[in-house]
């Protein structure tokens, strides 16, 4: 259903961005502070190996169209890595300058460059030919678009199913748009049009389609990149309420109604809602953040250890801390009370032992709460590798790969990566392991031609075939 035109549904908050951005001048000038280190330990710290000292050099120039050139060698998605990486933690982290506080802001002129090549369209994309093979990609998130732009700048026909009815999976769906504009993507995933690939939306793969109806179609190879669609949940008394929410549905909700796509009274929650979030890590601080966009009138994230040890970014906690999230550290949820439907969450205060590890307190609080959002946690779904024999899992659900060829499963031809593969990673890091899958199915199609063009072998004896 979509959303009425007279909603009071304030999509500016939702999509609001606290950074906009380096100008021109700026770019230039903080590209300048590159040192040019003979041995640039930046690049060390970028998962899937970005040429950094080369565009940043680059961008002090003023050739931003070299400086495109140069990172789409490594990335199909550089104004999403330049929005949503962990650089404090990568290429930053690894910056000599920044012991001394004063670090290349990296991550923000990746974003420049690729914001600056899109408005200025500095590089006209022309598809490669397409005659090496063909692949079927599963899923359109990070891992699935960055294989799809890897094997296509490498010469093959690749085909991107998603189940939804755009693509860009946790993207579009699962970042919040104030820490990545959704028009970002779709300006990524056009460009990866450009390229050739094809994208088919509304085909939920293992149930509108199998892996072997695919391959019955002429595929070469198929890559499964679904991530972890099934969120993990508390065993805990009251778990089942009414008001208890996973985040990754909460995310998807808001997401689709903040692009019209969803009446407004389907998102889970309204103004003036009190709201608990279960977890820290950063879908955790995304969902507080947006709860309290949404106009709840406090919202509070419940962590079991301490701040040092939550999973989250740093960045992400201060900013959430600054628009008014509030922390209960050492808190481990025994309960979701309520009647008809949640009304608080009961947890234990824990403490800390000797061994510097949280032991329970006996002592029992209750938080009140209109709303709880659980964020501990995925797991892969099964849906594809049920509908597909010879696909082996792991005891939790995640497929089980191969180093050579890399990515590959248990079934010949069949490949697998991010998150669907790992435990739950960044947006890079599912990049990462892609672009090795990627090289992996490049590899297996080549020497599978092969050895189809190569003639029978003579039966001995035969003259008539001898010659």
Same mark, same amino acid.
């Given at each position: 259903?979509?959303?009425?035109?007279?909603?009071?549904?304030?999509?500016?908050?939702?999509?609001?961005?606290?950074?906009?951005?380096? /100008?021109?001048? @700026?770019?230039?000038? &903080?590209?300048?502070?590159? *040192?040019?280190?003979?041995? %640039?330990?930046? !690049?060390?710290?970028?998962?899937?190996?970005?040429?950094?000292?080369?565009?940043?050099?680059?961008?002090?120039?003023?050739?931003?169209?070299?400086?495109?050139?140069?990172?789409?060698?490594?990335?199909?998605?550089?104004?999403?890595?330049?929005?949503?990486?962990?650089?404090?933690?990568?290429?930053?982290?690894?910056?000599?300058?920044?012991?001394?506080?004063?670090?290349?802001?990296?991550?923000?002129?990746?974003?420049?460059?690729?914001?600056?090549?899109?408005?200025?369209?500095?590089?006209?994309?022309?598809?490669?030919?397409?005659?090496?093979?063909?692949?079927?990609?599963?899923?359109?998130?990070?891992?699935?678009?960055?294989?799809?732009?890897?094997?296509?700048?490498?010469?093959?026909?690749? /085909?991107?199913? @998603?189940?939804?009815? &755009?693509?860009?999976?946790? *993207?579009?769906?699962?970042? %919040?748009?104030? !820490?990545?504009?959704?028009?970002?993507?779709?300006?990524?995933?056009?460009r990866l049009k450009q390229l050739g690939i094809l994208f088919e939306t509304n085909v939920l793969v293992g149930q509108d389609i199998t892996a072997d109806q695919i391959f019955d179609r002429g595929f070469d190879a198929i890559f499964i990149g679904t991530g972890t669609a099934l969120p993990r949940t508390l065993e805990v008394p009251g778990k089942d309420l009414p008001g208890v929410v996973q985040a990754t549905y909460f995310l998807s909700m808001v997401a689709l109604a903040a692009g019209g796509n969803l009446d407004q009274k389907e998102v889970p929650v309204a103004k003036g809602d009190r709201v608990v979030v279960i977890g820290a890590g950063n879908v955790a601080i995304d969902a507080a953040r947006t709860a309290l966009r949404l106009g709840a009138q406090r919202v509070t994230i419940v962590y079991r250890r301490t701040q040092t040890e939550m999973p989250a970014l740093q960045s992400e906690y201060e900013q959430a801390v600054a628009e008014g999230v509030q922390f209960e550290w050492l808190a481990s949820p025994t309960a979701f009370t309520g009647g008809e439907r949640v009304r608080g969450v009961e947890y234990e205060l824990q403490k800390i032992d000797a061994n510097g590890k949280p032991t329970p307190s006996c002592q029992l609080r209750i938080l009140p709460a209109d709303k709880v959002i659980m964020a501990v946690g995925q797991r892969p779904a099964a849906r594809i590798v049920s509908t597909t024999t010879g696909i082996d899992v792991n005891e939790n659900g995640y497929v089980i790969t191969k180093e050579r060829p890399y990515g590959m499963t248990t079934r010949r031809g069949v490949f697998a990566g991010g998150d669907v593969v790992h435990e739950p990673a960044t947006v890079v890091l599912a990049m990462k392991e892609a672009k090795k899958a990627a090289a992996g199915i490049a590899s297996y199609i080549e020497a599978k031609k092969l050895l189809d063009d190569c003639e029978p072998v003579p039966a001995s004896g035969d003259p008539a075939q001898a010659q």
């Amino acid at each position: 259903m979509l959303i009425d035109k007279k909603t009071d549904f304030d999509k500016d908050k939702l999509t609001f961005s606290e950074d906009q951005g380096f /100008t021109i001048r @700026e770019a230039i000038a &903080e590209a300048k502070r590159c *040192l040019n280190c003979p041995r %640039p330990l930046c !690049r060390t710290g970028c998962p899937i190996d970005n040429d950094i000292p080369g565009f940043v050099s680059c961008v002090a120039q003023g050739n931003f169209g070299q400086a495109s050139k140069i990172i789409a060698q490594r990335s199909s998605l550089p104004a999403v890595c330049g929005r949503v990486c962990p650089h404090e933690k990568q290429c930053e982290a690894h910056c000599v300058m920044t012991k001394q506080q004063k670090g290349i802001r990296i991550g923000k002129l990746e974003r420049f460059v690729a914001d600056f090549e899109s408005d200025m369209e500095v590089d006209r994309i022309t598809p490669t030919q397409a005659t090496k093979g063909s692949v079927a990609v599963i899923g359109s998130g990070p891992a699935g678009l960055t294989v799809a732009g890897d094997l296509a700048k490498a010469g093959f026909a690749v /085909t991107v199913f @998603e189940g939804q009815n &755009e693509p860009g999976g946790v *993207l579009l769906y699962g970042i %919040p748009a104030f !820490r990545l504009n959704k028009d970002v993507v779709r300006r990524e995933i056009d460009r990866l049009k450009q390229l050739g690939i094809l994208f088919e939306t509304n085909v939920l793969v293992g149930q509108d389609i199998t892996a072997d109806q695919i391959f019955d179609r002429g595929f070469d190879a198929i890559f499964i990149g679904t991530g972890t669609a099934l969120p993990r949940t508390l065993e805990v008394p009251g778990k089942d309420l009414p008001g208890v929410v996973q985040a990754t549905y909460f995310l998807s909700m808001v997401a689709l109604a903040a692009g019209g796509n969803l009446d407004q009274k389907e998102v889970p929650v309204a103004k003036g809602d009190r709201v608990v979030v279960i977890g820290a890590g950063n879908v955790a601080i995304d969902a507080a953040r947006t709860a309290l966009r949404l106009g709840a009138q406090r919202v509070t994230i419940v962590y079991r250890r301490t701040q040092t040890e939550m999973p989250a970014l740093q960045s992400e906690y201060e900013q959430a801390v600054a628009e008014g999230v509030q922390f209960e550290w050492l808190a481990s949820p025994t309960a979701f009370t309520g009647g008809e439907r949640v009304r608080g969450v009961e947890y234990e205060l824990q403490k800390i032992d000797a061994n510097g590890k949280p032991t329970p307190s006996c002592q029992l609080r209750i938080l009140p709460a209109d709303k709880v959002i659980m964020a501990v946690g995925q797991r892969p779904a099964a849906r594809i590798v049920s509908t597909t024999t010879g696909i082996d899992v792991n005891e939790n659900g995640y497929v089980i790969t191969k180093e050579r060829p890399y990515g590959m499963t248990t079934r010949r031809g069949v490949f697998a990566g991010g998150d669907v593969v790992h435990e739950p990673a960044t947006v890079v890091l599912a990049m990462k392991e892609a672009k090795k899958a990627a090289a992996g199915i490049a590899s297996y199609i080549e020497a599978k031609k092969l050895l189809d063009d190569c003639e029978p072998v003579p039966a001995s004896g035969d003259p008539a075939q001898a010659q």
